[in-house]
């Protein structure tokens, strides 16, 4: 499950030494892959044993890779990170959960720095599917008000309160969600207890966490006590499959709350300012279209994992390595289009925040669906606020969703903290 969605759209590395590795490394995955697909239409013993033996130098060439070049070690590890050292590097004060699907439960692994339990619930891999695909309808449709009573509450049952106890008891000022699978789609902040007629979010600050995130949440703790240099926003390039107006009126607002802060919208909205300006700034929002399901955005003429900038240029992720990110404490995508009309939506934004957290941001700001462009103005206003005023991100989010708890979730719950909530 924790598979790179950077190898997968082969994310290039800012050495070029590095790269011409990688390169040769993905040629010759993609070659094996195609013998494994051999070997499963046209069985042989002596294929199977040759294979075994070029995917075990497959590897061997992976190891060689990641020791001659640690900055892309991460994409070629396949063993499972140490407990001890997962709980180690979480945050006082923080309760991460993982609630992992099963064949007919789910386990819900509940951990914070001197605290590991786990608690499985049955349920069939068809009623959880059947549940989950509802109750994501439910959550980008408005029209739908009874999501609490089939959606929201069933899952706050089935997710929090078996381990609502163990909760309470560690008195956490955060939680810091891992989600695996489908369960990556899931705002868990719009999960409602109806004992107590509240939302999760309403008694949490919620982030979520990436494999990344979870390598570097001791260290990145620090970056709340950074000073706030300023923001740099690029909104409604043109010209553009669909106007976001919305978006040059966001960005102005929110560029005013930091002095020094840069805006560029319109036509002056390019990826060649993006590239000249943003090493400098610490907080980067675009609010534009990006595309992050296969085969492409049909609607928006957008390629696969491409971000929109003006004079028609799509930015490919594969090159966020190249961007220079580092030292970029948040990464917002505001008003994309994201992935909601395939399967691989499910997963498209945490992967795509994952490529970010790569290149040095970290933390990335985005949306599970196409939010509602006047919602998202006032939410993004808001953050922005609370951010100047003092709040860490993960507070500054929540407080923002609490301002909207009247509305539809649709309109508040799309917008997740991905990787570092300070």
């Known amino acids: 499950d924790l598979a790179d969605y950077s190898r997968f759209i082969q994310a290039k590395a800012s050495s070029i030494q590095a790269q011409l590795a990688l390169y040769h490394w993905n040629q010759q995955d993609q070659s094996l892959e195609r013998q494994r697909e051999q070997l499963q239409n046209h069985f042989s013993e002596a294929f199977s044993q040759q294979l075994r033996q070029l995917e075990a130098q497959h590897y061997k060439d992976a190891n060689d890779i990641s020791q001659r070049f640690p900055e892309v070690s991460e994409l070629f590890e396949t063993t499972p990170t140490e407990i001890t050292q997962l709980k180690s590097s979480i945050p006082a004060g923080t309760v991460v959960i993982q609630p992992v699907s099963l064949p007919n439960s789910i386990a819900i692994f509940v951990l914070s720095k001197e605290h590991l339990n786990v608690v499985q619930t049955p349920i069939t891999n068809d009623k959880f599917d059947k549940l989950l695909s509802n109750y994501l309808k439910q959550l980008q449709d408005d029209s739908k ?8 509450s069933p899952f706050y049952e089935l997710l929090i309160r078996p381990i609502e106890k163990q909760i309470q008891a560690l008195s956490p000022k955060q939680l810091s969600i891992i989600a695996a699978g489908k369960l990556r789609s899931l705002p868990f902040e719009t999960l409602y207890d109806k004992t107590k007629k509240r939302f999760l979010i309403q008694n949490y600050p919620i982030n979520y966490l990436t494999r990344i995130s979870t390598r570097s949440l001791q260290s990145s703790q620090s970056s709340h006590l950074q000073p706030q240099k300023a923001i740099i926003a690029f909104g409604n390039p043109l010209p553009s499959p669909q106007p976001l107006p919305g978006a040059e009126s966001e960005i102005n607002q929110i560029t005013h709350f930091f002095p020094g802060s840069q805006a560029y919208v319109g036509k002056d909205a390019t990826l060649a300012h993006f590239k000249a ?14 595309c992050f399901q296969e085969h492409g955005c049909q609607k928006f003429k957008l390629k696969e994992n491409t971000l929109l900038f003006a004079d028609n240029i799509q930015f490919n992720l594969a090159d966020a390595a190249l ?32 490529i970010f957290e790569r ?14 462009d006047k919602a998202t103005q006032q939410l993004m206003i808001d953050f922005y606020k609370n951010l100047k005023q003092g709040m860490t991100k ?17 309109y508040w719950s799309s917008f997740i903290l991905i990787g570092d909530a300070y």
């Open 145 to 152: 008000d009874n999501y609490i009573e089939t959606g929201s």
């Open 277 to 290: 300006q943003a090493y400098g700034f610490s907080f980067i929002h675009l609010a534009t279209h990006g």
């Open 359 to 372: 290149a040095g941001a970290q933390a990335v700001m985005a949306s599970l669906w196409a939010a509602d």
């Open 323 to 354: 961007l220079g990110l580092k030292g970029t404490q948040l990464l917002t995508l505001a008003a994309c289009q994201t992935a909601q009309e395939t399967k691989s939506s499910t997963e498209g934004i945490v992967n795509v925040a994952y």
């Open 394 to 410: 993960v507070q500054a989010l929540q407080h923002a969703k609490l301002n909207q708890l009247e509305h539809h979730p649709y």
